[in-house]
């Protein structure tokens, strides 16, 4: 019979790195923007702008002018009554991310014999998995009525397919800005992004994030002199590399996909959360009474991507990089 391990192996300790080495989790842009911005701390992230609940998420809209004419001594003032509000009303979404220990975990991970701390490790690794998924999510349309909206649901241009409840055929205001022209990224092509998501001359009325692919912001830089490669100084301290577009950065995303660029309005479009649900704190509860040492722990959250104003975003497909 041939031993597994020799003597040498079975007398000498492994050297062994205590600290986990992250390589499935993957950095999210966006959803760091859409949660205040505020830095992961101890992998959690913050939960953008609570509210109490209710059974949808409202989000009013001036959508139309009242009564205007010119004016002068036998001119009668339009007395007509003319809407003005409307809402959006966007569903609520949920995610849940757990793990499980067991009694071996219990018996053999502790004390000096226990190198990493198994079971703290799989409680930040829930809090990871909800967060990675999250990321994914944000920027497809929803697979279930229980998905996040994401910003393929925000962008889809069939008219007559409704979001927030209101279709683009019922107001045209809530149009999708969707770009399909197959060019090359260059300057000129930002600007038209820019002034496609623009519904005003002030700053906070044009996109204050692009968000792209690796390929296309590296192509980006190459066309720009060195002297105006600069970066947006929070996103480059949170880790993010940045290039600046009319003061505002471009950054890559690796959920992003391969050949978009997304021109957002942070204005616009943020994150509700529900205080109840605001990524709740995993803990080791008993699974069961019949298994005392089988523990669980979970995470859930419960909210929304929503936007106040659907024109004030611009999607770009089928860019490439200049030559």
Same mark, same amino acid.
Request: charge should be negative.
């Given at each position: 019979?041939?031993?597994?391990?020799?003597?040498?192996?079975?007398?000498?300790?492994?050297?062994?790195?205590?600290?986990?080495?992250?390589?499935?989790?993957?950095? *999210?842009?966006?959803?760091?923007?859409?949660?205040?911005?505020?830095?992961?701390?101890?992998?959690?992230?913050?939960?953008?702008?609570?509210?109490?609940?209710?059974?949808?998420?409202?989000?009013?809209?001036?959508?139309?002018?009242?009564?205007?004419?010119? =004016?002068?001594?036998?001119?009668?003032?339009?007395?007509?009554?003319?809407?003005?509000?409307?809402?959006?009303?966007?569903?609520?979404?949920? =995610?849940?991310?757990? *793990?499980?220990?067991?009694?071996?975990?219990?018996?053999?991970?502790?004390?000096?014999?226990?190198?990493?701390?198994?079971?703290?490790?799989?409680?930040?690794?829930?809090?990871?998995?909800?967060? %990675?998924?999250?990321?994914?999510?944000? =920027?497809?349309?929803?697979?279930?009525?229980?998905?996040?909206?994401?910003?393929?649901?925000?962008?889809?241009?069939?008219?007559?397919?409704?979001?927030?409840?209101?279709?683009?055929?019922?107001?045209? *205001?809530?149009?999708?800005?969707?770009?399909?022209?197959?060019?090359?990224?260059? =300057?000129?092509?930002?600007?038209?992004?820019?002034?496609?998501?623009?519904?005003?001359?002030?700053?906070?009325?044009?996109?204050?994030?692009?968000?792209?692919?690796?390929?296309? $912001?590296?192509?980006?830089?190459?066309?720009?002199?060195?002297?105006?490669?600069?970066?947006?100084? %929070?996103?480059?301290?949170?880790?993010? %590399?940045?290039?600046?577009?009319?003061?505002?950065?471009?950054?890559?995303?690796?959920?992003?996909?391969?050949?978009?660029?997304?021109?957002?309005?942070? *204005?616009?479009?943020?994150?509700?959360?529900?205080?109840?649900?605001?990524?709740?704190?995993?803990?080791?509860?008993?699974?069961?009474?019949?298994?005392?040492?089988?523990?669980?722990?979970?995470?859930?959250?419960?909210?929304?991507?929503?936007?106040?104003?659907? $024109?004030?975003?611009?999607?770009?497909?089928?860019?490439?990089?200049?030559?």
């Amino acid at each position: 019979m041939a031993f597994s391990e020799t003597e040498l192996q079975i007398a000498t300790d492994d050297y062994t790195e205590k600290t986990p080495v992250d390589v499935f989790f993957q950095d *999210n842009v966006l959803l760091y923007m859409l949660l205040n911005g505020m830095k992961f701390q101890d992998s959690l992230v913050t939960a953008g702008e609570l509210v109490d609940g209710g059974k949808r998420i409202k989000v009013f809209l001036e959508y139309a002018g009242a009564n205007v004419s010119a =004016y002068g001594p036998n001119v009668k003032v339009p007395v007509q009554k003319k809407k003005i509000m409307q809402a959006a009303r966007f569903r609520w979404s949920g =995610y849940v991310a757990s *793990n499980l220990i067991d009694l071996d975990d219990k018996v053999q991970n502790t004390g000096t014999e226990a190198i990493i701390n198994l079971a703290q490790a799989k409680l930040i690794n829930i809090q990871k998995t909800l967060r %990675d998924q999250m990321g994914t999510d944000v =920027y497809v349309a929803a697979a279930s009525g229980i998905d996040i909206l994401g910003l393929g649901d925000l962008f889809n241009t069939d008219t007559s397919v409704s979001y927030g409840g209101i279709a683009e055929d019922d107001m045209a *205001n809530w149009k999708a800005n969707v770009i399909t022209t197959a060019e090359a990224i260059s =300057y000129k092509v930002m600007q038209n992004i820019r002034r496609t998501a623009a519904v005003g001359q002030a700053k906070d009325c044009k996109p204050d994030l692009y968000i792209t692919t690796d390929t296309l $912001k590296d192509g980006f830089e190459r066309t720009l002199q060195a002297q105006v490669r600069y970066e947006d100084k %929070d996103l480059a301290n949170a880790g993010f %590399d940045t290039i600046l577009f009319g003061r505002v950065p471009i950054v890559a995303d690796d959920k992003q996909s391969a050949g978009v660029c997304d021109g957002l309005n942070l *204005n616009h479009l943020n994150m509700k959360t529900h205080k109840d649900y605001a990524f709740t704190k995993p803990v080791w509860n008993k699974l069961s009474t019949d298994k005392p040492d089988s523990l669980l722990a979970d995470q859930r959250y419960i909210g929304q991507l929503v936007t106040n104003h659907r $024109k004030s975003h611009c999607h770009h497909t089928n860019l490439t990089e200049p030559v």
